[in-house]
């Protein structure tokens, strides 16, 4: 199974990217999925996480009220909205699929080794 994440790029402090992550080849409508990052010198950090119906959310409280994790279970595919980006933000973000049909909650999914699937990553630069 792969993830196919991509949208990332360079930005001024204060603009905006939408990341997006394509995955033909998962259920999908039954997967928890995540955001995480990683800058350089430092772990993977979960950004954000959204239960598998789309209803459930969690947010890093360093992104909370800037960025807005959604999903389109027709298509496939995951998204992140991330406004009012900060020079903090910049990392290489990667996409992650949970195994279908497992329970969702914020902390469990916080987690990034109950993720069974991930994408390449996609880089993220904000300039200052």
């Known amino acids: 199974v792969q993830l196919q994440a991509s949208g990332g790029g360079l930005v001024q402090a204060g603009g905006s990217l939408r990341l997006s992550c394509a995955a033909p080849?998962?259920?999908?409508?039954?997967?928890?999925m995540g955001w995480f990052r990683q800058a350089p010198g430092k772990e993977r950090e979960l950004v954000a996480t959204?239960?598998?119906?789309?209803?459930?959310?969690y947010y890093s409280d360093s992104v909370k009220g800037r960025f807005d994790i959604f999903r389109d279970n027709g298509k496939r595919t995951l998204y992140m909205q991330m406004n009012s980006l900060k020079p903090e933000d910049t990392a290489v973000y990667y996409c992650?699929?949970?195994?279908?049909?497992?329970?969702?909650?914020?902390?469990?999914?916080?987690?990034?080794?109950?993720?069974?699937?991930w994408g390449q990553g996609t880089k993220v630069t904000v300039s200052s």
């Open positions: 080849g998962l259920t999908f409508s039954r997967n928890n």
């Open positions: 959204i239960s598998w119906s789309g209803v459930s959310k």
């Open positions: 992650a699929s949970d195994s279908a049909a497992n329970f969702w909650s914020g902390s469990r999914n916080q987690n990034p080794d109950i993720y069974t699937y």
